[in-house]
């Protein structure tokens, strides 16, 4: 069930990570010195490379061990965060959330397949509720977190704290 954890905590930085740009959004668009509809294509990216990623990347690396595509996917994710934290611009901000969001879109889609995998037959809908429940949780907990997180520190923090996350899971999955 450890595994299962580390997946869940995976799952609570998804959850985090793809609601808590739109709170950030007036402070970023400040920062990068553009307009806030211009920043909020950001979440559009993400969500954009979320949903073409999965079905793509199943179709493509069907072959490839779930295990390693999972860790993988979660990889890119935090890479994407990352770069996310780091960006000095709109056109770097927008391919590092395309990154993030498509890091998430797979990994969203085989983290729960693992944790059923995982569990075994009779746990396997506990298994199931715990990564769900990571994902509503990162929203309903982790974004009013980031969002204060941003106000006293910078939104970048907020990016760093979901890294940092990520990275946990990866690491304990690795």
Same mark, same amino acid.
């Given at each position: ?11 609570? =930085? ?7 740009? #739109?709170?950030?959004? $007036? ?6 010195? =553009? =307009?806030?509809?211009?920043? !909020? ?12 990623? +999965? *079905? ?9 061990? $779930? ?10 994710? @935090?890479? !994407?965060?990352?770069?996310?934290? /780091?960006? *000095?611009?709109?056109?770097? &901000?927008?391919? %590092?959330? #395309?990154? %993030?969001?498509?890091? %998430? ?6 983290? @729960?397949?693992?944790?059923? @995998?995982?569990? !075994? *037959?009779?746990?396997? !809908?506990? %298994? ?12 309903? /907990?982790?974004? *009013? &977190?980031?969002?204060?997180? +941003? ?13 940092? /996350?990520?990275?946990? #899971? &990866?690491?304990?999955?690795?």
């Amino acid at each position: 069930m450890r595994k299962v954890w580390l997946l869940m905590v995976g799952s609570f =930085t998804l959850g985090l990570d793809a609601y808590v740009m #739109a709170g950030l959004l $007036p402070v970023v668009a400040g920062d990068l010195g =553009t =307009t806030v509809s211009l920043a !909020g294509q950001m979440v559009t990216v993400f969500t954009l490379a979320y949903a073409v990623s +999965a *079905p793509l990347v199943a179709g493509l690396l069907s072959g490839v061990r $779930p295990r390693l595509l999972v860790i993988a996917a979660l990889a890119v994710f @935090t890479l !994407g965060n990352a770069l996310t934290a /780091l960006a *000095p611009g709109l056109a770097v &901000l927008l391919l %590092a959330r #395309a990154v %993030a969001g498509a890091g %998430a879109g797979v990994y969203s889609a085989l983290s @729960t397949a693992a944790a059923a @995998t995982l569990a !075994g *037959p009779e746990r396997r !809908g506990r %298994a199931l509720a715990m990564v769900m429940g990571g994902m509503s949780s990162g929203t309903v /907990l982790g974004v *009013p &977190l980031g969002v204060l997180l +941003a106000d006293h520190t910078s939104w970048r923090a907020t990016m760093w704290l979901v890294t940092g /996350l990520g990275t946990v #899971a &990866l690491l304990g999955l690795a």
